[in-house]
């Protein structure tokens, strides 16, 4: 799995993603940041998480390279009483009423 960080306020998430991540998100990136745009203009609900950055830090002492996403955590603020987890994996997914 990922490596997830939050502030201290649990407002906002750091996710360590993969270069497959990065590139899966760069392809859909304008299409989501367009989506996002509209949704924010228009005031419109959306449980799409909303993206604030991407960085890529290198260390340059070891020249390991980590790619890290920025979002607000969509749990911030709201009483939530279901979760469900969506993923693209079929296993271990299944919900009990």
């Known amino acids: 799995g990922s490596a997830f960080a939050k502030?201290?306020?649990n407002?906002?998430?750091?996710?360590n993603?993969?270069?497959?991540?990065?590139?899966?998100f760069l392809?859909?990136?304008?299409r989501y940041f367009n989506y996002m745009?509209?949704?924010?203009?228009?005031r419109l609900p959306t449980v799409l998480?909303?993206?604030l950055g991407v960085f890529k830090i290198t260390n340059k002492?070891?020249?390991s390279t980590h790619t890290y996403v920025l979002m607000e955590d969509l749990f911030y603020n709201?009483?939530?009483?279901?979760v469900y987890d969506l993923k693209g994996s079929m296993r271990n997914r299944f919900q009990s009423n």
């Open 49 to 51: 998480v909303k993206i």
């Open 17 to 24: 993603i993969s270069k497959v991540e990065l590139g899966l």
């Open 61 to 63: 002492s070891t020249q």
């Open 37 to 42: 745009a509209d949704t924010i203009d228009r």
């Open 7 to 9: 502030t201290k306020d």
């Open 78 to 82: 709201h009483k939530i009483s279901k």
């Open 27 to 30: 392809q859909v990136a304008h």
């Open 11 to 15: 407002r906002f998430m750091l996710k």
